[in-house]
Structure formats: C-alpha cells, structure tokens
C-alpha cells in the first residue's frame, strides 16, 4: 500500500522560505512520477511542481519557476520542495502525489493515484 506523509508548511511572511517534505512508503521510485500540487479556496488544484523519480524530468508552473526547487532523496524515498520568495497567492494546502509510472510528469491531478494528506501553507503580506 502506497502512503505519502508531507510535512513542513506553515506561516510565513511574503518574501521568506520554507519547505515541505512528501515521504513515501510502499512506492518504487524506478518509473514512478511525483508532484506538488496545490489548491487554494475556491480555485482548481493545480501542478506545482515535479519530477520523475528517476532521471532528470522535472516541471515547474511558470508561476513558480525561479523560486521554488524540487528535489529528491530516493534513498529515503522523500521529495522535498523549497520554496522561496513566497508570495500572498502561494497560499494554499500543498499535496504531495504519487503516480507508479509515467512518461515525463503528468500535469493533471487525475493521472495521479496516490495523494498525501496536505499541509497548510500561508503567507501574510
């Protein structure tokens, strides 16, 4: 059985950094595809960011690019997102999410199997 426990999140204050963690169990990461998304009230869930868990595939919403980093630790099975220069509307719950295997990084939430709990993450202006 596959879980994905995130931690991190928090409140913060426009312009700092924080990051979140996604742990995986039960999942081989050899052709497996993992993302970030986030939703925030009254809005869509969308792709933040992801990668496959092998390789070098990743994606960025171009919203994000420049500020925020994935990366991966298959070891102990964790993807990590650094987020920085945060900003009001990255304000959101942020979901880590699972797919056992992919071609590149699927963008819909739909094409993901597994799905973390959310962490909150806040920043006041």
């Known amino acids: 059985q596959v879980q994905l426990v995130e931690s991190g999140g928090g409140l913060v204050q426009a312009g700092d950094s924080l990051s979140v963690s996604c742990a995986a169990s039960?999942?081989?990461?050899?052709?497996?595809?993992m993302g970030w998304f986030r939703q925030a009230p009254g809005k869509e869930r969308e792709l933040v960011a992801g990668?496959?868990?092998?390789?070098?595939?990743?994606y960025y919403a171009d919203s994000v690019k420049g500020r925020f980093t994935l990366s991966r630790d298959n070891a102990k099975k964790t993807m990590y997102l650094q987020m920085n220069s945060l900003k009001p509307e990255n304000t959101a719950v942020y979901y880590c999410?699972?797919?056992?295997?992919?071609?590149?990084?699927?963008?819909?939430?739909?094409?993901?199997?597994?799905w973390g709990q959310g962490t909150q993450v806040t920043v006041s202006s």
């Open positions: 999410a699972a797919r056992r295997t992919a071609i590149g990084v699927p963008r819909r939430a739909d094409k993901y199997s597994y």
């Open positions: 039960g999942l081989t990461f050899d052709y497996a595809a």
């Open positions: 990668l496959k868990m092998s390789g070098t595939t990743t």
